[in-house]
């Protein structure tokens, strides 16, 4: 990643979080796992909407040649920096880790059916 890119995210973690507004909707994190086996990270403040867009190959040019996805992992952030910062630190984890995000993760599984 971009030395430059780096520093943006580390200022903004220093920054205090905002608190989140009654209109502001939140931001998830989230993981997919492609039908190759491959791991995609990504946020958006939509998570179903982003989540078919993705399996339409309308999502992220990474995922257009891997449908179908599995949305493998999400958390919730207060607010787009938050969600930015996190994705980072998700992005930087080696496989592993990504894996045991995914067996802490109580939450059902979401496939495709389309």
């Not at 958006?44 to 040649?65: L, S, V």
């Not at 969600?83 to 993760?105: H, M, Q, T």
Request: hydrophobic letters at 30%.
């Amino acid at each position: 990643m971009k030395p430059k890119y780096k520093r943006m995210l580390n200022g903004m973690a220093k920054k205090k979080a905002p608190s989140p507004s009654k209109k502001e909707k939140p931001w998830f994190l989230y993981i997919l796992e492609c039908c190759d086996g491959t791991f995609y990270t990504g946020i958006t403040n939509d998570i179903q909407k982003r989540f078919e867009a993705h399996n339409r190959g309308r999502g992220a040019r990474y995922t257009r040649i891997r449908t179908p996805v599995t949305l493998r992992y999400q958390e919730t952030c207060i607010s787009r920096s938050e969600a930015l910062i996190r994705e980072y630190a998700v992005k930087a984890l080696p496989r592993k880790e990504k894996k045991k995000l995914f067996s802490d993760y109580r939450r059902p599984v979401r496939r495709w059916h389309g």
